[in-house]
């Protein structure tokens, strides 16, 4: 089982940048894919990114191409989301996830439902 700890929610202002970091509990977490979502109030979880095992693959929503990037650090037992060029319709909850899915589908990694273990979010707010 992995126990998921977001951080490093807040405001900032549009045009500026924020780093998420999600740690994980466990002496696994090289064994998971990692992927970050997002939820607005009102709307439904939304696909951000995804990482595999060892970070050589990431895939990313188009609406955060560009601008966020993700990244693990397996020997920390951590994810991260760097977020750049912030915009107001990026205000969210943002979440952590862990899919221990075997095989690497850019098909798969979007779902929510595909993934096993979730954190309890951090909020990021973007002023105007």
């Known amino acids: 089982q992995v126990q998921l700890v977001e951080s490093g929610g807040g405001l900032v202002q549009a045009g500026g940048s924020l780093r998420l970091s999600c740690a994980a509990s466990g002496r696994t977490f090289s064994s998971y894919i990692m992927g970050w979502f997002r939820q607005a109030p009102g709307k439904e979880r939304e696909f951000i990114a995804a990482?595999?095992?060892?970070?050589?693959?990431?895939y990313y929503a188009d609406s955060v191409k560009g601008r966020f990037t993700i990244s693990r650090d397996n020997a920390k037992n951590t994810v991260y989301l760097q977020m750049d060029s912030v915009k107001p319709e990026d205000t969210a909850d943002y979440y952590c996830?862990?899919?221990?899915?075997?095989?690497?589908?850019?098909?798969?990694?979007?779902?929510?439902?595909?993934?096993?273990?979730w954190g309890q979010g951090t909020q990021v707010t973007v002023s105007s």
């Open positions: 990482i595999s095992w060892s970070g050589g693959r990431t």
């Open positions: 996830a862990a899919t221990s899915l075997k095989e690497w589908r850019s098909d798969y990694v979007y779902i929510p439902s595909w993934y096993d273990y």
